[in-house]
């Protein structure tokens, strides 16, 4: 929610702010850039300090930077000192979503059996997706209500401060008394640089590092940018037009999400699912591409970001679980660690450039006045096809993980209190 505040709202911020509509992009862009470079040391942290310890610091951090962000608004800060306090805030908040979104396939390994993995993930992973929704929702909605962007943060810390107390008094155990699968009875023991080291040889995780990774990365520009994009086609009330894009892309999504979660714990197609999904996806990225530069076409571009939710993001949890089977033992924080987005943010900005004056453009002023995004989402098209095309024609694995639990599987016990299954620790014999 904290990450996607200012998109929905893009020029109004940089009014607000007094800044580019580049800087008010950095904003959004901070996150990508500290998930890259923290990504390594956040993925050590679940692994050898636990998921509780992850979740509760990623709390704090998140309401340490949300109140930054509201401290820099006030009245009695200089004008110059605002966007650098925003940004410090944002920053901090950013340093606090790798230990959040990174943290699903390792609760689902953690906490649930073989059947109920896939779900486990997709039901946290959509939690992001919820805290998206609501930005892309709530942001144009307080600023049109208040006409001040210092009470759109204080309103956003409301939520940050309350899960940073449920987190730290409400996370009490770090591992489950009894482990859910035979692959967490005996958890990876090797060293964090060894696992690295592994991943980078494993051929598999390479191609979905760099392929689904960049697929991530189309849909943080898609999700950043996507107020900008629509600017000139969308014309009048514009600024909600995006939010109601951006939210419908997100609901389709969780729908995708649930869907998909429960026909893969049925039938372990993570592969199949992924490459359908990732082509679907491809062809509304390119028709969005088309119909984002027409006018008066909401209808079309409405129904373009629904499909682009339903088969984009609901598909990463699924990636994210195929990550952790085509590279088990590793573990699997570090697995999903490393599939993030590419800095796609900045080529895209960088090849936005001044057009004429447009009469149908509303949008931002002064340095920033119309801004043509053709070149960019035509890229953007490119880059997701291409990453599909190598996905779809190169990536080829076997279910580690599955295999190594159905070779322990008569250490398989029944437990005759709940009539469930759970596993017996072999080194305890």
């Known amino acids: 929610m904290v990450w996607l505040t200012f998109a929905p709202v893009a020029d ?3 009014q607000y702010l007094r800044v580019s509509l580049n800087l008010v992009n950095w904003l959004s862009l901070v996150y990508v850039v500290v998930a890259i470079f923290f990504s390594l040391i956040t993925t050590w942290v679940l692994d050898s300090l636990g998921l509780r310890f992850s979740l509760i610091m990623g709390s704090w951090l998140n309401m340490l930077g949300a109140i ?3 401290i820099g608004m006030l009245s009695c800060i200089p004008e110059r000192a605002m966007f650098p306090m925003v940004m410090g805030g944002q920053t901090l908040c950013a340093f606090a979503q790798p230990l959040v979104i990174f943290a699903p396939t390792k609760l689902a390994a953690l906490w649930f059996p073989d059947h109920q993995r896939a779900t486990a993930n997709m039901m946290a992973s959509m939690a992001n997706a919820v805290g998206l929704l ?14 001040t962007l210092f009470m759109l943060l204080l309103i956003y810390a409301i939520p940050a401060t309350v899960a940073c107390f449920l987190a730290t008094v409400g996370i009490c ?3 489950p008394p009894t482990p859910p699968s035979a692959s967490m009875v005996t958890p990876s023991s090797e060293f964090f640089l060894h696992e690295v080291k592994l991943l980078l040889t494993n051929k598999a995780y390479m191609v979905l590092l760099v392929c689904f990774g960049s697929g991530i990365g189309v849909f943080t520009c898609f999700s950043t940018l996507l107020d900008q994009d629509n600017c000139v086609s969308t014309c009048l009330m514009w600024q909600d037009f995006a939010g109601l894009c951006g939210a419908v892309a997100i609901v389709f999504g969780v729908l995708g999400a649930f869907l998909l979660g429960l026909y893969v714990d ?3 197609k993570f592969t199949e699912v992924t490459k359908i999904n990732m082509c679907l996806t491809s062809l509304g990225c390119s028709v969005f591409a088309v119909v984002s530069q027409l006018s008066e076409q909401k209808f079309i571009i409405g129904a373009v970001c629904a499909w682009f939710g339903l088969f984009g993001y ?5 990636a994210m679980e195929l990550g952790v089977e085509c590279s088990y033992p ?3 924080a570090t697995s999903s660690g490393l599939i993030f987005a590419a800095l796609y943010l900045l080529l895209l900005q960088a ?4 057009m004429a004056e447009s009469p149908l453009s509303i949008c931002a002023t002064g340095t920033d006045a119309n801004l043509s995004w053709t070149v960019p989402v035509l890229v953007m098209a490119g880059l997701c096809t291409l990453g599909t095309c190598c996905f779809v024609g190169f990536f080829h694995t076997d279910y580690r993980r599955l295999s190594a639990e159905a070779t322990a599987s008569p250490n398989r016990v029944t437990d005759q209190s709940t009539g469930g299954d759970t596993w017996a620790n072999s080194t305890d014999a």
């Open 173 to 175: 155990e770090r591992v």
């Open 351 to 354: 090849l936005a450039k001044p």
């Open 68 to 70: 930054l962000r509201v």
């Open 266 to 268: 049925k039938t372990k």
């Open 12 to 14: 109004q911020t940089a």
């Open 330 to 332: 590793v573990g699997e």
């Open 134 to 147: 609501l930005a892309n929702i709530f942001s144009p909605m307080i600023l049109s209500y208040t006409n």
């Open 314 to 318: 609901s598909v990463y949890p699924v």
